[in-house]
């Protein structure tokens, strides 16, 4: 290593005497002095000042960047927030693209707008926006389960085919009144009439399914029949546009035949040429190690093909998306690696594009009358009274109760992303002009987000008629946990911590992953996968155990509903710490500490086995419920009981130690030395004494055996307090 070392530095001193040298010689024979006198020195002798750096940011693709990072940030937050108040995350980044456009920002900061999003940029952003579009196709298309169709029972097609026909004949009596007001010149009636019929059936299959996700109804009929109707429809929409978008580019019904058949023709080559051979490929390319570059790249070279055959013949590339999507094969690995591949660059970078260049062109400012508001609110409840009262006629026709049938209108009513997707098309095609596109939008917009509280209100009153259940005698103990290692462990000390021979107890075990972009399919296999060495370990132990799976960002909010639903005994979470911090309680726990009912206990494991020897650390200001715990692990006679009291013993203290079924040993400040420590399984302390123990100690906690942390509840401990 030393001779390496040595050779190196030899190699760095001779090559740069040699560069030196050389300079030195070029200088000496006047060759600086021969300057082309075309080069303009002063951007460089002013230096990088603000009109400099203003310049360079406004080429390309200086621009471009600045533009994808206010993007970002503008949809990630909005996101966010919206996220928070129960709505789904698209309805943030369509309301990030509002703000960005000129319907606030260039109406607030038209100087700004300008600068950041300049005329000339636009078109940039529209075509990448589209390129996030044929992915996302793709994706909806993978998502979208064939067998639905074959497993759809007549209530699902009766019902499906309701929610189309009733909102697409309210869209072209609408489109009636609405055309020689708004109308492009240009558009024939029928066009208009048309489209206008094709937004009003418009449901949102991908928002849907992740609402359906959310509220914990993928298993339940509702859910189930909520998926079904929505996929059948999302097909026979796209099919009503594919004609629509046919006879708009034609002019007329008769010269859209040819276009017609065509896409016919494509659809038949697609289902029995294509889709038979990517579903051989699939059986051999089914995992990650086999999936080469070439395979991906036949995968990428169908979506593009397939786009550019739909758009050469006359519909949208749109469409050959989705139907490569469709085709692919419905091995589940298959679809995850390709998911993975694509979902993430579209979503977060790409579909955020398509958002702010739908806001780019909406100009809410248009509607600047009573008149055009009373116009716009006319097509929000059309379109809100169409899905939803042809869903829920449909439904009720059908035999499906009232509870069923309201939430069914109210899921299909959601519209979206696929909404917005359609109106462009709408926009570019020049069926809509900038009002009633804007009014469209805000349609969108309303449909989506009234949603949820539609959800909400239903809920309510359901739970108003159904009588309170009385709750049976069976000790409930929840885990909730991110990592599925961390799952085990977490039973592994419940288990040990009350004897279940003594009583019936229930295991509930909570698995929360932090994606609400999940896909029902993606979904159904990480809750297979999360909980396999939970079952395992609760099988062989014999201990009766269900389990929970919920994909939200919210993690705080959805443990303590689910705490909330299922009325635990206690609640047993693993440590966090915040990105920013050391403290074992810190991130989410702090909020599920101070808003939860019920006993939290907090574990921060360190080689973690078996409970031989128990320390408990007293401090005597309200934390005697810990011997309470001890009590529950003294089921196990070969345990050993350490006590240490952080303050001079009162005889209220005194009389928590002589617990004459428990024998504890009290030990002094001078034992509690590592080597003791080390001796030493667990450690039980109290949540608001934890942090001035450990600073008392002076030891990172990484020193300490494995903590269980305790906070006392509002509602206490059912098992505790008999």
């Known amino acids: 290593m030393k001779k390496s070392l040595y050779v190196y530095t030899i190699l760095l001193i001779v090559g740069l005497t040699a560069i030196l040298a050389f300079l030195s010689i070029g200088q000496a024979s006047g060759m600086d002095a021969i300057k082309d006198t075309s080069i303009d020195h002063s951007a460089v002798n002013q230096g990088l000042n603000l009109q400099h750096i203003t310049e360079k940011l406004l080429r390309a693709p200086g621009i471009l960047i600045l533009q994808l990072i206010i993007i970002m940030i503008t949809a990630r937050i909005m996101g966010y927030l919206f996220q928070l108040i129960g709505q789904p995350l698209v309805i943030g980044e369509i309301v990030a693209g509002l703000i960005l456009g000129p319907s606030v920002m260039g109406a607030f900061t038209p100087e700004i707008s300008e600068f950041i999003f300049p005329e000339k940029s636009i078109d940039i952003l529209q075509q990448l926006s589209q390129l996030g579009l044929i992915f996302f196709m793709f994706i909806i298309g993978m998502e979208l389960d064939l067998q639905t169709f074959r497993r759809s029972a007549n209530k699902a097609i009766l019902i499906s085919i309701a929610s189309i026909i009733i909102p697409f004949i309210s869209g072209v009596i609408l489109a009636y009144y609405l055309y020689d007001g708004f109308a492009p010149r240009k558009i024939q009636f029928t066009s208009f009439a048309l489209f206008m019929g094709t937004t009003m059936c418009i449901t949102a299959f991908p928002i849907l399914a992740r609402i359906v996700q959310e509220r914990k109804l993928t298993k339940t009929p509702v859910g189930t029949m909520a998926i079904s109707v929505a996929a059948i429809g999302d097909v026979v929409a796209w099919c009503i546009l594919a004609v629509v978008i046919a006879i708009v580019k034609s002019g007329d019904i008769s010269h859209s035949i040819l276009t017609i058949g065509l896409s016919v023709l494509y659809i038949f080559l697609m289902f029995y040429l294509v889709k038979p051979f990517m579903y051989r490929l699939g059986r051999v390319y089914s995992s990650r190690e086999s999936m080469g570059k070439p395979i991906v790249a036949f995968v990428f070279l169908l979506i593009l093909v397939s786009s550019l055959f739909t758009e050469a013949i006359g519909i ?135 949603t949820g509280p539609g959800l909400n209100l239903i809920h309510f009153f359901r739970q108003k008629k159904e009588p309170s259940r009385i709750r049976e005698k069976t000790y409930k103990i929840m885990l909730s946990f991110a990592n599925p290692k961390m799952g085990v462990t977490l039973l592994k000390l419940a288990h040990q911590i009350i004897s279940v021979k003594a009583c019936e107890t229930m295991f509930t075990a909570l698995h929360i992953s932090p994606r609400s972009d999940l896909s029902p399919e993606d979904a159904m296999v990480f809750e297979k996968e999360s909980f396999v060495p939970i079952r395992r370990y609760s099988e062989m132990n014999g201990l009766t155990m269900s389990t929970i799976y919920r994909n939200t960002n919210d993690i705080h909010g959805e443990i303590l509903h689910t705490c909330k639903m299922e009325t635990p005994d206690f609640l047993i979470l693993g440590s966090a710490r915040s990105v920013f911090s050391t403290d074992i309680l810190g991130g989410i726990l702090k909020r599920i500490i101070s808003e939860a009912t019920c006993d939290v206990l907090i574990f921060n494991e360190h080689n973690f086995h078996k409970i031989r020897s128990v320390l408990i650390v007293y401090f005597g200001n309200g934390d005697d419920y810990l011997f309470d715990y001890a009590k529950m692990l003294n089921h196990d006679s070969g345990r050993k009981f350490y006590t240490y009291h952080r303050e001079p013993e009162s005889k209220r203290s005194s009389g928590a130690f002589n617990h004459p079924d428990i024998p504890m040993v009290k030990v002094t400040e001078s034992i509690l030395q590592p080597s003791f420590l080390r001796s030493i399984d667990l450690v039980l302390i109290s949540e608001g004494n934890w942090k001035a123990f450990e600073e008392k100690q002076n030891l990172p906690v990484n020193h300490f055996p494995s903590l269980l942390i305790i906070h006392k509840g509002r509602n206490g401990n059912r098992i505790l307090n008999g």
């Open 316 to 450: 949208h590339a749109l469409f050959g998306a989705f139907m490569a999507g469709v085709v692919m094969p419905e091995h589940l690995n298959f679809k995850r690696i390709f998911t993975e591949k694509i979902e993430d660059i579209s979503l977060v970078i790409l579909l955020p594009l398509f958002f702010v260049s739908t806001g780019l062109r909406t100009e809410v400012g248009l509607i600047n009358s009573g008149h055009l508001w009373l116009i716009c609110s006319i097509i929000i409840l059309t379109a809100t009274v169409g899905k939803f009262g042809g869903t829920l006629l449909a439904s009720r026709y059908v035999g499906l109760n009232w509870n069923y049938s309201l939430t069914l209108g109210v899921l299909m009513n959601s519209k979206g992303l696929m909404e917005l997707i359609v109106l462009n098309i709408g926009y570019d095609l020049g069926i809509l002009n900038p009002e009633i596109f804007a009014m469209m939008v805000l349609m969108a917009l309303a449909t989506t987000l009234l």
